[in-house]
Structure formats: C-alpha cells, structure tokens
C-alpha cells in the first residue's frame, strides 16, 4: 500500500516536479489590487507598453510582445508560456520580472518593487483572467 501510495505521488507531481519554474516566497504583499486591469494600467503599459523604454511598444514589440493595447496584450501573454494560468512560479512574466540578472530582468535598468511583481504574480495565480 505504502509503495502504490508513493508512485502515486510521483506520477501526480513527476521526479521534478518544476524543473524550470520559480522558487517564490509563499506569500507577499500586493501594490495593488490583482486584477488585469490593475496589472495593466499600474505595471504593463507604464512599465513596458507605452512609458520607459517602450520595448513592447507596437514600434519595439520586442520578443513579438505588444503591450500598448489591454486586449492585444492580455492575448499575448497567454502564448508561449509567458502567463501560465494558475502558476506565477512557471511564467516567464514572473521570472523576468523577478529575474537576478541585469541583462534579463525586465523592464531593463528598472527593476519593479517587489510589491508590485506580487500584484502581477497574485493576478496570474488567480487565473490570470481578462
């Protein structure tokens, strides 16, 4: 029974279970209220879109990335494992944005308060709903 009850555990969380996910605190304080809405007009399109460095401009649109349009950028994010519905830990918004390196964090040269990556981490672990 003990041996059943084992393997079921590793089929349900696998050897690794997050092999290329975050290591994130069990819980932080949001900026601001976790909702898309608030992740867009407060971080998204201030940050990256439309103020700073405007990388995810439609002009910039680094990584295939826009950012200047709510709706254009909610679909984007939901691509190739940038949100991960449900897992902060395993979005690549998240690791960029908590990211160690000076060359990877975004948005470059800014580094987000860690209040304000708990606000974006809280929306994507909430569903990461429109």
Same mark, same amino acid.
């Given at each position: 029974?003990?041996?059943?009850?084992?393997?079921?555990?590793?089929?349900?969380?696998?050897?690794? *279970?997050?092999?290329?996910?975050?290591?994130?605190?069990?819980?932080?304080?949001?900026?601001?209220? *976790?909702?898309?809405?608030?992740?867009?007009?407060?971080? &998204?399109?201030?940050?990256?879109?439309?103020?700073?460095?405007?990388?995810?401009?439609?002009?910039?649109?680094?990584? /295939?990335?826009?950012?200047?349009?709510?709706?254009?950028?909610?679909?984007?994010?939901? &691509?190739?494992?940038?949100?991960?519905?449900?897992?902060?830990?395993?979005?690549? &918004?998240?690791?960029?944005?908590?990211?160690?390196?000076?060359?990877?964090?975004?948005? *470059?040269?800014?580094? &987000?308060?860690?209040?304000?990556?708990?606000?974006?981490?809280?929306?994507?672990?909430? /569903?990461?709903?429109?």
């Amino acid at each position: 029974m003990r041996l059943l009850a084992l393997s079921l555990l590793v089929v349900a969380c696998g050897d690794d *279970p997050a092999p290329n996910c975050l290591q994130l605190e069990a819980d932080c304080s949001p900026l601001y209220e *976790p909702t898309f809405e608030q992740v867009y007009t407060n971080t &998204l399109a201030r940050s990256c879109g439309v103020g700073a460095g405007s990388c995810h401009a439609a002009a910039g649109a680094k990584g /295939g990335l826009v950012l200047d349009d709510a709706d254009i950028a909610h679909a984007q994010l939901m &691509l190739n494992d940038r949100v991960t519905p449900g897992d902060a830990a395993c979005s690549m &918004l998240i690791k960029r944005l908590d990211h160690e390196s000076p060359s990877l964090v975004m948005p *470059p040269g800014a580094k &987000l308060s860690a209040a304000e990556v708990c606000s974006v981490r809280k929306w994507i672990e909430a /569903g990461a709903q429109r």
